[in-house]
């Protein structure tokens, strides 16, 4: 199964609606030219937010749990020797980092009509993910019920999707499917309907709620995320 490609010139808001949202994933075009980050480097991260304090965690299933916290210099230090493949998972307002809502702009899609804090924590979820190559998230479905999207700054993203649908299929999101000897011992995944595909430099992807995904980085790689509810959802679930 492919997925779709739509420049967001041909992505009215009324379309998204009705293709897209709690629906299927897709690729947005041409969304990201005027934000700031889209120019970053390795180098000019370094430079600019190197004393920033981070968090990284291991990329496997077990080791996703393992956090700590270190400066983003080092980080980058290692980046290039990075054998346990340690990801910069970098919820920078959780680390009250947020000038760096400045340097890009979410997509109207994803805040119109939308929930983006926790009512609760008053935490809202918005991340970087910098690593290298084969870093990245095992598979899973978002936290919370929450839709995501995706946007990669520099490198390339290797993902997969599932639907819903396909849970029985997936041992609770304890299978690699980027592991083809995994996926020969876990037989059940054959009869699940993945969507493989790569994400490049300016493209966003979004994710709706429960579908399971896994992504792995293809070389050193750069993306902002946000995660989000449509406020419809919350007032069925309030009501």
């Known amino acids: 199964m492919l997925i779709d490609k739509i420049r967001i010139e041909d992505l009215s808001y009324e379309r998204f609606l009705s293709d897209y949202a709690d629906k ?11 934000w700031e980050c889209r120019q970053w480097t390795l180098d000019f991260i370094k430079e600019k937010y190197g004393d920033r304090i981070v968090t990284i965690r291991k990329s496997d299933i077990e080791g996703v749990k393992t956090f700590k916290q270190v400066r983003l210099a080092n980080y980058i230090e ?7 493949r340690w990801y910069c998972d970098w919820n920078f307002t959780a680390l009250n980092q947020k000038d760096l809502d400045l340097v890009y ?53 290797d993902w ?21 000897e995994d996926m020969e ?8 309907t993945p969507i493989y595909f790569s994400q490049k430099p300016g493209e966003i992807i979004y994710a709706p709620r429960n579908w399971w995904h896994q992504v792995v980085n293809a070389e050193h790689t750069l993306a902002v995320s946000e995660n989000f509810w449509f406020k419809q959802e919350q007032l069925i679930q309030q009501g």
């Open 24 to 34: 299927k994933p897709f690729i947005l075009l041409g969304a990201m030219e005027n």
């Open 78 to 84: 290692h980046i290039h020797d990075n054998e346990d």
């Open 105 to 157: 702009s979410s997509p109207d899609y994803f805040t119109k009509d939308t929930l983006r804090v926790d009512d609760e924590t008053g935490q809202d979820f918005k991340w970087f993910f910098l690593g290298s190559e084969q870093t990245g998230t095992p598979l899973h479905q978002d936290f919370n019920k929450t839709h995501a999207w995706n946007a990669v700054i520099f490198g390339q993203k």
């Open 160 to 180: 997969v999707f599932f639907h819903p649908d396909d849970t029985p299929y997936l041992y609770e999101g304890n299978i690699n499917v980027f592991d083809q």
């Open 185 to 192: 011992q876990k037989t059940l995944v054959k009869q699940a």
